[in-house]
């Protein structure tokens, strides 16, 4: 596509709930992010696959957090037994990574923004 | 560990003058980049200016420029004829090498006032 496309835009969730966010990266970039941006913060980085593999995943927080990309293009977050503290901007990046230019910028999608009531 | 801080959480400007948004951040790392990045109420991160570490020249783009200091670690951005559209978030970042994740500042919410 010609952006990183996330969905969906929101979610509302009771506490204890099961959630999946989808993010489908600009095609043909290798490498993926995830980000977390709470109210009034700026974006804390989750996990970052290259290809599909989860090249750095020191961002998650607590092992209820789990995010896959079995194909290397679509990702999927998923957040098990969700609690209020999970309320935030879930922020989806690519870029380029190994096999084109190197600008080191990351495109970002418009994010999910997930409410845990 | 690498770390950026925006010491200015709120800023203001009148339509037309000239801003100047503050950032600094700490890495041991010789290869970096460096970036700006603004977040409208879309939340859309949209990339504003990149410097390359190994570059000394100040990157510009259109009415945006950087004030890159290696040695003192600062990265500041400099809005040139401030428009009304140029209200939004705007974020530091850091970029170790060209690849891994990007480290953000907290932020600077800049309002422009016609």
């Known amino acids: 596509g010609a952006g990183v496309s996330q969905t969906p835009s929101n979610k509302v969730t009771e506490k204890g709930k099961y959630v999946e966010l989808r993010c489908d990266p600009i095609s043909g970039h290798t490498a993926l992010y995830w980000y977390r941006q709470s109210l009034g913060q700026g974006p804390e980085f989750l996990i970052y696959f290259q290809g599909t593999g989860a090249a750095d995943d020191s961002g998650l927080p607590n092992d209820r957090f789990f995010a896959v990309r079995p194909e290397g293009s679509v990702s999927t977050l998923k957040i098990q037994r969700t609690e209020r503290g999970d309320s935030a901007v879930y922020l989806c990046?690519?870029?380029?990574?190994?096999?084109?230019?190197?600008?080191?910028?990351?495109?970002f999608g418009e994010g999910s923004r997930l409410t845990v009531l | 560990a690498q770390t950026v801080t925006q010491s200015q959480p709120e800023m203001s400007v009148q339509e037309a003058e000239t801003v100047t948004l503050s950032c600094t951040y700490d890495t041991s790392e010789n290869n970096y980049y460096l970036f700006w990045y603004k977040q409208p109420p879309s939340r859309q991160m949209i990339l504003v200016i990149r410097q390359e570490a190994y570059k000394q020249q100040n990157a510009t783009e259109n009415r945006f420029s950087v004030n890159f200091q290696k040695a003192a670690k600062s990265f500041s951005l400099k809005i040139s004829d401030s428009q009304l559209g140029d209200t939004a978030m705007y974020f530091c970042?850091?970029?170790?090498?060209?690849?891994?994740?990007?480290?953000f500042g907290k932020g600077t919410k800049l309002s422009v006032k016609p």
């Open positions: 990046a690519s870029s380029q990574g190994l096999a084109g230019v190197q600008t080191g910028e990351l495109f």
């Open positions: 970042a850091f970029r170790r090498g060209s690849q891994g994740n990007l480290i």
